[in-house]
T-cell receptor, first 116, second 115 residues
Framework: DVKVTQSSRYLVKRTGEKVFLECVQD?????MFWYRQDPGLGLRLIYF???????EKGDIPEGYSVSREKKERFSLILESASTNQTSMYLC???????????????FGEGSRLTVL | AQSVTQLDSQVPVFEEAPVELRCNYS??????LFWYVQYPNQGLQLLLK??????LVKGINGFEAEFNKSQTSFHLRKPSVHISDTAEYFC?????????????FGGGTRLMVKP
């Protein structure tokens, strides 16, 4: 089975802190994604990557950056956390093209970030 | 740009009753359609998908969905729900003409199955 592991399930940070969210997948998937999940808004794409060192902005990239130095690892960075970034963050991976022609994304369990 | 509307944010239902979760999307161009499920404290997993062919799609755990092109809908149904079906369900769509096949998600429907 594909496994997508997010390093932290729950984080509490203070406004202005730098935050790193780590994601690792074990199935050699080319594509990796970071989503933000908020009640009533569904999932919104922050950034995605289709190859090592490659990244593309999603729908809401402001306030975030990403890093993909190795194929299996995709990191989301909040340079200076703000209270409006309190949310659930989901990492996902897929095997082929864009978000996968078959649309099958494999998700991690999520990281719930609270910014005080 | 695509948009996906899940008409009900919450659906309470008694165990063994039938359920329908509604999903409409904005574009009439050719699309791929998906339903994902998120159980409490877990990530999302694929429930079923429509790529082409038969408009009635069967998924895991007894769920099925019907693609209706004229109504731009992809409603999810189950004839008899179980307590274990309590979860949040997300409809998603991607545009076949978009080389990136980017998924757009709806806002989610929380299914609450009561004993």
């Amino acid at each position: 089975d594909v496994k997508v592991t997010q390093s932290s399930r729950y984080l509490v940070k203070r406004t202005g802190e730098k935050v790193f969210l780590e994601c690792v997948q074990d199935m050699d998937h080319e594509n990796m994604f970071w989503y933000r999940q908020d009640p009533g808004l569904g999932l919104r794409l922050i950034y995605f990557s289709y190859d090592v060192k490659m990244k593309e902005k999603g729908d809401i990239p402001e306030g975030y950056s990403v890093s993909r130095e190795k194929k299996e690892r995709f990191s989301l960075i909040l340079e200076s956390a703000s209270t409006n970034q309190t949310s659930m963050y989901l990492c996902a991976s897929s095997l082929i093209g864009g978000q996968g022609i078959a649309g099958e994304l494999f998700f991690g369990e999520g990281s719930r970030l609270t910014v005080l | 740009a695509q948009s996906v509307t899940q008409l009900d944010s919450q659906v309470p239902v008694f165990e063994e009753a039938p359920v329908e979760l509604r999903c409409n999307y904005s574009s009439s161009v050719s699309v791929y359609l998906f339903w994902y499920v998120q159980y409490p404290n877990q990530g999302l997993q694929l429930l079923l998908k429509y790529l082409s062919g038969s408009t009635l799609v069967k998924g895991i755990n007894g769920f099925e969905a019907e693609f209706n092109k004229s109504q731009t809908s992809f409603h999810l149904r189950k004839p008899s729900v179980h307590i274990s079906d309590t979860a949040e369900y997300f409809c998603a769509v991607s545009d076949r003409n978009n080389a990136g096949n980017m998924l757009t998600f709806g806002g989610g429907t929380r299914l609450m199955v009561k004993p």
